[in-house]
């Protein structure tokens, strides 16, 4: 079969996406990965083809623009809507209007939905497969009438806000016509008039899917009744070069502790990123080898460098952290996932959206501490790096995770189930065009 996969341009948000490509390339089926024309070298140096459409969305100009706004709005909001008294109607309604314009517009703009649809149209795909912001490959989908799925690789917190906030809508207007989104619907609103440029109502599946393949263990995904495919994380650190160096094959005499502020850090300025500077400071004077992925930008910003610590550019993830007795991050899902699949403790410096709410949960369930960036010191990074190493049950419960996450399938075990999947929602869309109702397969 043919599989589209897209991802706005951002590598954090498409890498992924990469181990399920591979997969399905491996069982014979051909795959394209749309996106702007910025992330093409991250596609083409994963192996992939790439299908640049659009113009690039501008992400720096946004978070430059908002991010101070929106990162105080979340700092201390859980996401979770069992949270009493957290998502109010007024968040909620904020949060849409905010995220729609902001960030959902921007990412999935015309030139890029229609590029996407014109090649969907003339490549006709049997599946695509869609990064859970990228609203376009569901228009692509709808109009083509492939099947469709979201491709999560980080917490849903997403879904259950949108469930909590159309549950505060109440019913649509009765006046409405059907395949019409809520007036106070900013999302649902802006989708009704993408698809209506191609003579299509809206409806809720362009935002949920027909179903989602989720690579979160279970203990971090939301309560759902969605169809769910679950897919073991198999991590993937990008296009730099995965090299094992020569004093990573020599075993550490001390604790060895992993510390990174992520990739998308060194070229986004994120206005709550953490001081390298602090972050070091906390580790001075402690009996462990730290290895700290820093680049060159971050490196001019540091005064001093503990004696204890080893700067790199850049190491594989999954080749570092099996050495390693903790690490010390920013939040991002691929560092947060690479670290959970590998058994490792965490500190999660969690600043925005669901990284805040995987930072939490994690403290949970006792495989590490959260500390928001904007309450790091050096004291208080200090002494919850002192926990991590010295509690043996940070260890234990990071090992537990990991037995979680090694018990879904592959994505190589996943591809026969998304082939069934496909199949079934083809066909039941054929039988719709041509008049026959049919159950929907969940």
């Not at 917490?155 to 259950?160: E, I, Q, R, S, Y």
């Not at 906390?282 to 080893?310: C, K, Y």
């Not at 007795?325 to 690479?338: K, L, N, P, R």
């Not at 590490?368 to 002494?383: K, Y």
Request: aromatic share 6%; proline share 9%; charged share 20%.
């Amino acid at each position: 079969m043919r599989v589209l996969l897209t991802s706005f341009a951002l590598d954090a948000h498409f890498n992924g996406s990469v181990p399920l490509a591979w997969a399905l390339r491996a069982a014979g089926h051909e795959v394209r990965v749309a996106s702007q024309p910025s992330l093409t070298g991250s596609i083409t140096a994963a192996g992939l083809t790439a299908v640049p459409v659009g113009a690039d969305p501008g992400l720096d100009d946004m978070v430059k623009g908002v991010g101070d706004s929106v990162l105080s709005h979340h700092a201390d909001q859980s996401l979770d809507p069992d949270a009493p008294g957290q998502l109010t109607p007024a968040f909620l309604k904020g949060w849409d209007a905010m995220m729609t314009a902001t960030f959902f517009a921007l990412v999935n703009d015309d030139p890029m939905v229609d590029e996407l649809v014109a090649f969907a149209r003339e490549w006709k795909p049997d599946l695509v497969l869609w990064e859970p912001f990228t609203f376009a490959g569901a228009v692509a989908a709808k109009v083509t009438g492939a099947a469709h799925a979201r491709l999560l690789s980080f917490p849903d917190m997403f879904m259950p806000m949108r469930r909590a906030f159309l549950a505060q809508l109440g019913p649509a207007d009765e006046d409405a016509e059907p395949g019409s989104a809520h007036t106070e619907d900013s999302l649902g609103q802006w989708l009704q008039w993408t698809l209506g440029r191609y003579g299509l109502p809206f409806d809720e599946e362009a935002v949920t899917g027909q179903w989602s393949v989720d690579q979160v263990p279970r203990s971090f995904r939301p309560p759902s009744d969605d169809p769910t495919v679950g897919m073991r994380y198999i991590p993937y650190n990008g296009p730099a070069p995965a090299v094992v160096p020569d004093w990573l094959r020599i075993p550490p005499t001390r604790p060895r502790v992993c510390v990174t502020l992520g990739l998308t850090a060194r070229t986004s300025e994120f206005p709550n990123a953490v001081p390298v500077d602090l972050v070091l400071k906390a580790i001075e004077g402690l009996d462990i080898e730290v290895v700290a992925t820093l680049d060159a930008e971050q490196r001019a910003l540091l005064t001093h460098v503990p004696d204890n610590v080893r700067l790199v550019d850049h190491v594989p993830l999954h080749a570092l952290l099996p050495t390693c007795a903790a690490i010390v991050h920013h939040g991002g899902a691929g560092t947060w996932s690479t670290a959970l699949v590998e058994g490792v403790p965490q500190i999660a410096m969690g600043w925005i959206w669901d990284a805040i709410e995987r930072a939490r949960r994690q403290q949970e369930l006792g495989a590490g501490l959260h500390l928001p960036s904007h309450d790091v010191t050096v004291e208080g990074l200090r002494s919850r790096l002192v926990r991590l190493l010295e509690e043996p049950s940070f260890t234990s419960a990071a090992a537990r995770l990991r037995t979680e996450a090694e018990s879904e399938p592959t994505p190589a075990e996943v591809v026969p189930v998304l082939e069934r999947l496909t199949a079934q929602h083809r066909a039941h869309g054929r039988r719709r065009l041509g008049g026959v109702s049919a159950p929907c397969v969940s």
